[in-house]
């Protein structure tokens, strides 16, 4: 099914989108619809993911289906991930895609002079026949990760030896930025050699395809940057940028603007500040007018110019911070009202932020595209999809369910706790109630089990409550763990086979794009609802919703919700034979009860060994905790 609907979608160059269950094989099948038509109307693919995981997926799925068809796909990944370079180099590894593109130029062309001790990688893409190289890529079709290495050993850079092979190929797997970001979009366009309405688009994990296009539109002014001007400053000069007021003293002016701002806005950690205050303040301090503002702006961005290029020419990374700055005062000052809100932000340190309410924005070179189709295990309420990311309204819709028996997972929730707000300040027990629930869940049971909470505030709150079960691994997702730290802890605990805890956080790294087969995971415990912070920037986003959509709590809060709960469940069920359990402890499932064909039950400990007693009962003991009710597996 998932086949024609897209194979129909690239035929009448429409817009897809469509939910297909675990185990629906999302991957080959819209590789197998969308390869058909390409190769008929000479388009190219471009599978867009959110992860690397995803990304080698595609390649696999590609070498899978190679017998049936001769096509040739090729995965691209940025140059943080690919310069070989800038994997030794840690101020290199801290460059964004612009500044890595201006010192890679930089290389490639001393390289060009014949100075070859610039980029010894390169000058080997240059010197070396690649023909091998380019059967390399048709045979074994590598991910990013295995052409890396291949390149490694031959000391060529793969970032342009990919790059080079990139027309030739039918599909090719990217990561989301490199179509949704303007700059690197044009340059992915260039090497495909077509434009976009030559290109069939698929967009995996489209679930989070909405907040990041708002995140990516967005843009921060913060402390710590003015900070790293001021700096700047110091080391090339400090000219006079209006009369009177010298670089170092507008820096200055700024930091007190923000200071004022976390004063008189911040609540919590943001607030809403009126659309025309940072301007006030500046053509206050300047003395000047809004238009004589804009002429300092591209001085400041001149300086930083200068800046970047004295780096660069240093073998330094091309930044300036002053650059830095005048691109975000040009943003602010030109932003659209209703498109955006102004925040003032207060986390590890203050800063200004000019946050983006409309998807759509970001989105629009999709409906360029000869055809779009956007997947996902969890993309309900559709018709919300569609309006976010700014799809026709007659976009196709569908939804495909899991094949795997829906007896195999079973979802219960109690309503005797929550983590409301309100309802904690009232009654602090709450919390200790919940911690109870988990520690009778987890040693009745002593399977693999991850208790996802709604934010790290609330992990850190239960998790010193729940008694700790003998012989039970104990692992945690940290705000501040590195992905290789976590991808240890994750390994570790899946190959604990039934004798380990994650403590982790809905909507975070584990509780998405992580999957844990057979008895990886069997349990899901889910501590309150995941709805979304209620922050100035969300009330904000809600009332842009109402605006634009007239349901601001459904676009905003609702659907968000929906899909974080589903995506945490969604990790229990990888195969046919998978069988997991989900509860969750907080009243206010109930008003989920339907999308997550939840029941509502009062011991969940005695619900969850009544499910895995159904399986084999001979592979279960008598547990310690509920000798006499259930058997449950040592
Ligand atoms: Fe890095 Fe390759 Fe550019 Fe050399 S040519 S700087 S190795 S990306």
């Given at each position: 099914m998932l086949i024609d609907l897209v194979r129909s979608a690239c035929e009448c160059r429409s817009h897809l989108v469509v939910e297909s269950g675990t185990g629906t094989g999302k991957t080959v099948c819209s590789l197998h619809g969308a390869l058909d038509v390409c190769h008929r109307r000479g388009k190219k693919l471009l599978y867009l993911t959110r992860t690397n995981s995803q990304q080698r997926q595609v390649m696999y799925e590609l070498r899978g289906i190679r017998g049936t068809r001769n096509h040739f796909g090729i995965a691209l990944q940025g140059r943080r991930n690919m310069c070989p370079l800038a994997k030794v180099d840690p101020e290199l590894a801290d460059g964004n895609p612009e500044e890595l593109s201006k010192v890679c130029g930089e290389r490639k062309a001393r390289v060009m002079r014949?100075?070859?001790?610039?980029c010894v990688y390169f000058a080997s893409v240059m010197s070396q026949d690649m023909q091998e190289v380019t059967r390399h890529l048709r045979r074994e079709l590598p991910t990013a990760e295995e052409f890396a290495d291949y390149c490694q050993e031959r000391t060529l850079c793969p970032y342009e030896a990919t790059k080079m092979h990139v027309p030739a190929a039918d599909v090719v797997a990217a990561p989301y930025i490199m179509f949704f970001d303007g700059f690197i979009r044009r340059t992915l366009l260039d090497w495909m050699g077509c434009?976009?309405?030559d290109i069939a688009l698929i967009v995996d994990e489209?679930?989070?395809?909405p907040s990041y296009a708002r995140e990516l539109k967005s843009s921060k002014l913060s402390e710590v940057t003015l900070r790293l001007a001021e700096n700047e400053i110091d080391e090339f000069g400090d000219p006079e940028v209006a009369e009177g007021t010298s670089m170092s003293d507008l820096v200055g002016l700024l930091g007190n603007s923000l200071e004022s701002a976390v004063e008189e806005y911040l609540i919590d950690e943001d607030g809403i500040i009126p659309q025309s205050f940072l301007e006030e303040e500046l053509m206050f301090g300047t003395r000047q007018t809004s238009t004589k503002l804009k002429g300092t702006y591209s001085q400041l961005s001149n300086y930083g110019e200068m800046v970047r290029d004295a780096r660069k020419g240093a073998g330094?990374?091309?930044?300036s911070y002053i650059h830095r700055m005048a691109g975000f005062l040009t943003h602010w000052h030109t932003l659209e009202e209703g498109e955006y809100v102004k925040l003032v932000v207060k986390s590890d340190t203050s800063a200004f932020e000019a946050y983006c309410?409309?998807?759509s924005i970001a989105c629009k070179p999709v409906l360029e595209c000869h055809s779009s189709v956007h997947m996902s295990?969890?993309?309900?309420?559709l018709d919300d999809y569609v309006l976010s990311v700014g799809l026709p309204r007659d976009s196709v819709t569908a939804e495909i369910e899991s094949?795997?028996?829906?007896?195999?997972r079973r979802i219960v929730f109690v309503d005797?706790?929550?983590?409301r707000y309100e309802d904690l300040e009232r009654d602090p027990a709450i919390v200790n109630r919940i911690a109870d629930h988990i520690s009778s869940i987890v040693s009745a049971c002593r399977r693999n089990t991850i208790i996802f909470y709604p934010s790290y505030a609330t992990m850190h709150r239960v998790r010193p409550l729940v008694a700790a079960v003998e012989g039970m691994q104990v692992y945690t997702e940290e705000r501040s763990m590195g992905q290789g730290d976590l991808m240890d802890a994750v390994q570790q605990f899946k190959s604990a086979h039934g004798n380990a805890v994650m403590h982790a956080v809905s909507g975070g790294r584990v509780s998405e794009g992580i999957d844990f087969p057979g008895d990886e995971m069997e349990l899901a415990i889910i501590v309150g609802?995941?709805?979304?912070?209620?922050t100035s920037r969300h009330r904000a986003l809600q009332y842009f919703c109402e605006i634009k959509f007239g349901d601001g709590w459904t676009h905003a809060v609702k659907a968000p919700t929906e899909r974080k709960l589903l995506q945490a469940v969604g990790r229990?069920?990888?195969?046919?034979t998978d069988r997991g359990m989900a509860v969750v402890l907080?009243?206010?499932a109930a008003q989920f009860e339907e999308v997550l064909n939840a029941s509502r039950c009062d011991s969940p400990a005695r619900e969850v060994l009544d499910f895995f007693s159904?399986?084999?009962?001979?592979?279960h003991a008598t547990s310690d905790v509920y000798k006499g009710l259930r058997p449950g597996r040592r």
């Open positions: 014949g100075e070859e001790d610039a434009s976009l309405g489209a679930h989070n395809l330094r990374l091309p930044r309410l409309d998807a295990g969890t993309l309900r309420p094949p795997f028996p829906p007896h195999n005797d706790v929550t983590t609802i995941p709805y979304p912070k209620p229990l069920i990888r195969s046919e907080d009243r206010r159904e399986r084999s009962p001979e592979d």
